[in-house]
Each structure stands twice: as structure tokens, then as C-alpha cells.
């Protein structure tokens, strides 16, 4: 297995790390909330969850799985601030928006070396 790959893996499932929490604290959100701005969280949990797994997948060149790394990176982004909007309309707890910021600096210092080891490939 190549070192690409066995870290987009690890990055897989640290994500899932933060999906369990996050779901531990959707489920506990107020109803109106879950099903607002915690759906769309969800959405975008999902979304960028298989993008990372079939970012591990292409084999494509190295512009195209720049392209696909520079969109999972701004999905990632979007979700920090989807998690901080939470936080500010009071929806979730100082707790809950620690721990769930810290899983997704987590993951994107991750998804940044896989991005760094990106640009020193050839092709």
C-alpha cells in the first residue's frame, strides 16, 4: 500500500471519529435545530466523508486529485463553520464545540500533509 493511500485511510477514519461524536450531539439537539442546521451538517458530514474514500480510490493525475483535495479541504472548512454557527446560535455546548473543532483541526492537519505530499508528486 502506498503512503498516499495509507494516510488518506487514516484520515478516513479519524473522520469517522468526529461523525460518532457528531452524532452523539445531533441527536440531543433541539428538534427544530436537528432538523435545520443539524441536517445540513449531516449533509455535508456525509458528503465529505465519501469524498475522502473515493479520493483514496482514483488513480488519477496529479491536477485532478489536486482539484478533488482542494474541494474536500473547502468541505472540511464548511463544516468548522457550520459547528461554529451552531455555537453561536447556542445549540450545542462550549464542550461540545471543543470537541468537535479540535476532531476537525484533527483531520484537516491531516488532509494538509496529504495535500503537501500531493505537490511534491510527479505527473
Known amino acids: 500500500m502506498n503512503y498516499m493511500k495509507k494516510n488518506n485511510l487514516k484520515v478516513l477514519h ?3 471519529k468526529y461523525l460518532q461524536s457528531y452524532y452523539q450531539i ?4 433541539p428538534k427544530i435545530d436537528r432538523h435545520m ?5 449531516s449533509e455535508k458530514n456525509w458528503d465529505t466523508y465519501i469524498l475522502i474514500y473515493n479520493f483514496s480510490k482514483i488513480p488519477g493525475y496529479k491536477y485532478i486529485k489536486k482539484q478533488m483535495w482542494t474541494n474536500i ?3 472540511i472548512d464548511l463544516l468548522k463553520f457550520l459547528v461554529h ?3 453561536d446560535l ?3 455546548s462550549d464542550r461540545h464545540n471543543i ?3 479540535l476532531k476537525l483541526v484533527e ?5 494538509g500533509g496529504i495535500g503537501k505530499s500531493l505537490d511534491n508528486l510527479r505527473s
Request: charged letters at 25%.
Open 99 to 101: 470537541l468537535l473543532n
Open 107 to 111: 483531520v484537516g492537519k491531516m488532509w
Open 37 to 41: 442546521i443539524g441536517q445540513k451538517i
Open 90 to 92: 447556542k445549540i450545542i
Open 85 to 87: 454557527t451552531c455555537w
Open 26 to 29: 445531533h441527536k440531543n439537539m
Open 73 to 75: 479541504s473547502d468541505q
Open 14 to 16: 479519524e473522520f469517522k
